[in-house]
């Protein structure tokens, strides 16, 4: 949304069922017929001509009236407002709502895609929107609306997301939305200044693309990860690009013989199927290249045997495995146990006397309909039921929620700080499998892959799981850390004190977002006595800071910042418990000697002070200058990690002082950096460069002060 873009600048080629779903549209043409005004009440305009054709091939007998009224809204309250390309601002709407129509999403849902800008860039209002169109597009609309910066700050980003994830989990189209849009604007993201480019790339690549993933929206995904990939890595993109081009122009093509001898083998046995070439997108050969090595013509691309019943998809598979020469390590069967993102098929490979394997997806039209198009596919889910299905009490069933949205709404709510919130929905979000175990009762957990019992009992049991004293898997006996694996039986074993509370240890084997921050919160809430202990004789005892006292005229000296209390002559000491740096809003307590220590509003030693009686007392920070913090990064282990932290650490002018990298732990790493910057106020700008390199999922204040 607001999109800045210019003349679409898709990088090569997109190959693959992207190309196939891809709107190919000429926007300068669509913005001459935009601008011709709207047409009769009778008439649709022609400008969205393009959007009724591909709406009425799915849905030939559908009301067109909403979409034409809101085509002449959405073109009334956008003119005027030009895209950087110099195209009118009514072709992004366009082009998002013919992305939507052509993936077969229903009428309520293009209908709130041509006005998803209205609210946000024009004086259109959401009431007006919801007299007008209803009140389900009125949610859609509002759900993807963009908070403003001048209320949230650097927090707008954060927010939004969690805004519309908190919308998607009562009404997943607001997503399906929010990702045609993302799209179109990757396509337009030619003009913009590199490291713009770079900066939405990347929460692209982070957010938006697990999520198309996760919604089963295949088709948006693979484009959105090669277009990310052409901007992240350009040379490797290029190289890749080249590999396509020299593929498509051999002689022969052993994936077409391969087509031509599946095809024989299916008349043969009288199936009806359709047998086609389904090319590999830039990301996809780029991975198998990396895995491979040296590439061969199979490896371009798979074959896709496209059926009309369940039962003749395992037709075709015996058919197959028959009269060719199977890879049996190779078969997978996804309608008999679906991914959680709605995928079903069957996969296999078949090997040529060359040596050369050819992988084979099966599956039925509808199946592969939702394989492209994941929750769009499904229609409107909101539809009323027959009634001898209704749900009691008015509530509306959602069959397309899936468990891991659910997860992820249940731990936002426990992670209020916008920050907090970004890099855990990142963590999150980065587990890219998920697993299916189940309890004695027969009801079932989703859980990411590699998730530990502990990751279950707080998926079970919420809070309550403190109480968890062991568990069965598979009927034994087993520690809280075990490692689950799909399709495991697990039984939490709870213990009855009801003082019982969860170990320290257990945040080593929490691998959720949702055990991991009710974890936090106990042990914040429930400090030990070594702890307390620990943390009265540091607001007593601090570390003398070079800082003045307001009466004294002194400079600050190059390592810390300047600041001034109301107590002329008291020596102030910032508190180590939170490592206050400007901007930070601070509060200062009088202690013992005469000495004012200096904390961070939000620091529990605040509460603490003032229940113990100290005096507040008025700080302020002053001139800000340079300044020495302590910051704690947490990130997944990957190649080359180190380097690409140190250098956006470097290209925000901060200069490490000290680094200490930590064994890594389940595959995670835990770094601890103190670092000189040449002005606090560039922490913030600091913490988000790093929490953007890739497998970062936190970077975190220190609470101690740091070298």
Same mark, same amino acid.
């Given at each position: 949304?607001?999109?800045?873009?210019?003349?679409?600048?898709?990088?090569?080629?997109?190959?693959? @069922?992207?190309?196939?779903?891809?709107a190919r549209i000429d926007l300068r043409r669509l913005g001459r017929a935009a601008l011709l005004g709207p047409?009769?009440?009778?008439?649709?305009?022609?400008?969205?001509?393009?959007?009724?054709?591909a709406h009425r091939a799915h849905y030939p007998s559908a009301d067109l009236e909403p979409l034409r009224r809101?085509?002449?809204?959405?073109?009334?309250?956008?003119?005027?407002?030009?895209?950087?390309?110099?195209?009118?601002?009514?072709?992004?709407?366009?082009?998002?709502?013919?992305?939507?129509?052509?993936?077969? =999403?229903?009428?309520t849902t293009l209908t709130a895609s041509l006005l998803h800008d209205t609210v946000e860039d024009t004086d259109?209002?959401?009431?007006?929107?919801?007299?007008?169109?209803?009140?389900?597009?009125?949610?859609?609309?509002? #759900?993807?609306?963009?908070?403003?910066?001048?209320?949230?700050?650097?927090?707008?980003?954060?927010?939004?997301?969690?805004?519309?994830?908190?919308?998607?989990?009562?009404?997943? !189209?607001?997503?399906?939305?929010?990702?045609?849009? !993302?799209?179109?604007?990757?396509?337009?993201?030619?003009?913009?200044?590199?490291? %713009?480019?770079?900066?939405?790339?990347?929460?692209?690549?982070?957010?938006?693309?697990?999520?198309?993933?996760?919604?089963?929206?295949?088709?948006?995904?693979?484009?959105?990860?090669?277009?990310?990939? =052409?901007?992240?890595?350009?040379?490797?993109?290029?190289?890749?690009?080249?590999?396509?081009?020299?593929?498509?122009?051999?002689?022969?093509?052993?994936?077409?013989?391969?087509?031509?001898?599946?095809?024989?083998?299916?008349?043969?046995?009288?199936?009806?199927?359709?047998?086609?070439?389904?090319?590999?997108?830039?990301?996809?050969?780029?991975?198998?290249?990396?895995?491979?090595?040296?590439?061969?013509?199979?490896?371009?691309?798979?074959?896709?045997?496209?059926?009309?019943?369940?039962?003749?998809?395992?037709?075709?598979?015996?058919?197959?495995?028959?009269?060719?020469?199977?890879?049996?390590?190779?078969? %997978?069967?996804?309608?008999?146990? @679906?991914?959680?993102?709605?995928?079903?098929?069957?996969?296999? +490979?078949?090997?040529?006397?060359?040596?050369?394997?050819?992988?084979?997806?099966?599956?039925?039209?509808?199946?592969? %309909?939702?394989?492209?198009?994941?929750?769009?596919?499904?229609?409107?889910?909101?539809?009323? @039921?027959?009634?001898?299905?209704?749900?009691?009490?008015?509530?509306?069933?959602?069959?397309?929620?899936?468990?891991?949205?659910?997860?992820?709404?249940?731990?936002?709510?426990?992670?209020?700080?916008?920050?907090?919130?970004?890099?855990?929905?990142?963590?999150?979000?980065?587990?890219?499998?998920?697993?299916?175990?189940?309890?004695?009762?027969?009801?079932?957990?989703?859980?990411?892959?590699?998730?530990?019992?502990?990751?279950?009992?707080?998926?079970?049991?919420?809070?309550?799981?403190?109480?968890?004293?062991?568990?069965?898997?598979?009927?034994?006996?087993?520690?809280?850390?075990?490692?689950?694996?799909?399709?495991?039986?697990?039984?939490?074993?709870?213990?009855?004190?009801?003082?019982?509370?969860?170990?320290?240890?257990?945040?080593?084997? +929490?691998?959720?977002?949702?055990?991991? *921050?009710?974890?936090?919160?106990?042990?914040?809430?429930?400090?030990?006595?070594?702890?307390?202990? #620990?943390?009265?004789?540091?607001?007593?005892?601090?570390?003398?800071?070079?800082?003045?006292?307001?009466?004294?005229?002194?400079?600050?000296?190059?390592?810390?910042?300047?600041?001034?209390?109301?107590? @002329?002559?008291?020596?102030?000491?910032?508190?180590?418990?939170?490592?206050?740096?400007?901007?930070?809003?601070?509060?200062?307590?009088?202690?013992?000697?005469?000495?004012?220590?200096?904390?961070?509003?939000?620091?529990?030693?605040?509460?603490?002070?003032?229940?113990?009686?100290?005096?507040?007392?008025?700080?302020?920070?002053?001139?800000?200058?340079?300044?020495?913090?302590?910051?704690?990064?947490?990130?997944?282990?990957?190649?080359?990690?180190?380097?690409?932290?140190?250098?956006?650490?470097?290209?925000?002018? +901060?200069?490490?002082?000290?680094?200490? *990298?930590?064994?890594?732990?389940?595959?995670?790493?835990?770094?601890?950096?103190?670092?000189?910057?040449?002005?606090?106020?560039?922490?913030?700008?600091?913490?988000?460069?790093?929490?953007?390199?890739?497998?970062?999922?936190?970077?975190?204040?220190?609470?101690?002060?740091?070298?």
């Amino acid at each position: 949304m607001s999109a800045e873009a210019t003349n679409p600048a898709t990088p090569g080629p997109v190959t693959g @069922p992207a190309a196939r779903w891809r709107a190919r549209i000429d926007l300068r043409r669509l913005g001459r017929a935009a601008l011709l005004g709207p047409a009769t009440r009778d008439r649709l305009p022609s400008a969205i001509s393009h959007v009724v054709d591909a709406h009425r091939a799915h849905y030939p007998s559908a009301d067109l009236e909403p979409l034409r009224r809101a085509y002449v809204l959405a073109e009334s309250s956008h003119r005027g407002q030009m895209r950087k390309s110099g195209e009118p601002y009514i072709t992004h709407p366009l082009a998002v709502t013919l992305i939507l129509a052509e993936l077969g =999403a229903e009428t309520t849902t293009l209908t709130a895609s041509l006005l998803h800008d209205t609210v946000e860039d024009t004086d259109v209002t959401l009431d007006q929107v919801g007299e007008e169109f209803g009140s389900e597009v009125r949610y859609l609309v509002d #759900g993807v609306t963009k908070l403003e910066k001048v209320d949230y700050g650097a927090a707008a980003e954060p927010e939004t997301f969690r805004k519309m994830l908190v919308a998607t989990g009562s009404d997943v !189209r607001v997503m399906s939305i929010k990702l045609a849009d !993302r799209l179109h604007n990757m396509r337009t993201l030619g003009v913009m200044r590199p490291e %713009k480019q770079a900066r939405i790339a990347k929460v692209t690549r982070d957010v938006l693309i697990p999520l198309a993933e996760r919604l089963g929206v295949q088709a948006l995904k693979t484009e959105l990860e090669d277009l990310v990939f =052409a901007i992240l890595h350009p040379e490797e993109y290029e190289h890749t690009r080249e590999l396509i081009v020299d593929n498509a122009s051999r002689a022969d093509d052993p994936l077409a013989e391969i087509a031509d001898e599946v095809r024989g083998v299916l008349r043969e046995a009288d199936i009806p199927a359709e047998v086609v070439i389904r090319p590999r997108h830039f990301v996809s050969v780029h991975r198998v290249a990396r895995k491979r090595g040296q590439l061969r013509g199979c490896d371009f691309g798979r074959l896709l045997v496209l059926v009309n019943e369940d039962a003749d998809c395992y037709g075709v598979l015996g058919e197959l495995h028959t009269c060719m020469t199977p890879v049996v390590s190779e078969f %997978k069967d996804f309608i008999a146990v @679906p991914k959680f993102n709605l995928y079903q098929s069957l996969h296999t +490979a078949v090997a040529r006397a060359d040596g050369q394997v050819a992988e084979v997806l099966i599956r039925t039209h509808q199946m592969h %309909k939702v394989a492209e198009a994941g929750v769009v596919a499904l229609g409107n889910p909101y539809a009323p @039921p027959p009634e001898e299905h209704a749900p009691a009490d008015g509530e509306r069933v959602d069959p397309t929620r899936p468990g891991w949205l659910s997860r992820l709404l249940d731990w936002q709510e426990a992670a209020p700080d916008p920050d907090t919130f970004w890099s855990t929905l990142r963590e999150d979000l980065a587990q890219d499998r998920e697993i299916t175990v189940f309890r004695p009762d027969g009801g079932t957990i989703g859980l990411p892959e590699g998730a530990t019992c502990v990751d279950a009992a707080y998926a079970q049991y919420g809070e309550d799981a403190h109480a968890c004293i062991g568990a069965r898997v598979n009927g034994r006996l087993a520690t809280l850390s075990t490692v689950l694996r799909d399709g495991d039986t697990v039984q939490l074993l709870m213990g009855q004190d009801p003082a019982s509370e969860p170990s320290r240890e257990w945040l080593e084997h +929490a691998h959720t977002p949702a055990a991991r *921050i009710a974890i936090q919160r106990w042990l914040a809430a429930h400090p030990t006595h070594e702890e307390a202990q #620990g943390a009265a004789q540091e607001t007593d005892e601090e570390p003398s800071v070079a800082l003045r006292p307001a009466a004294e005229g002194l400079t600050s000296r190059p390592t810390t910042a300047d600041i001034t209390v109301d107590q @002329p002559g008291a020596t102030v000491r910032l508190a180590g418990c939170c490592t206050p740096v400007p901007p930070d809003e601070v509060t200062g307590f009088a202690v013992r000697g005469g000495v004012v220590t200096v904390h961070r509003v939000e620091c529990a030693g605040v509460e603490r002070m003032k229940s113990a009686g100290r005096a507040e007392v008025d700080v302020r920070w002053g001139d800000t200058t340079e300044c020495r913090v302590t910051l704690l990064a947490e990130s997944f282990v990957r190649p080359h990690l180190l380097a690409d932290l140190t250098e956006a650490m470097a290209l925000e002018g +901060a200069e490490i002082v000290s680094a200490t *990298i930590e064994p890594p732990t389940q595959q995670r790493v835990r770094h601890t950096y103190t670092l000189q910057l040449p002005d606090a106020a560039h922490l913030p700008a600091l913490m988000r460069a790093m929490r953007n390199v890739p497998g970062v999922y936190d970077v975190s204040r220190a609470q101690t002060p740091g070298g």
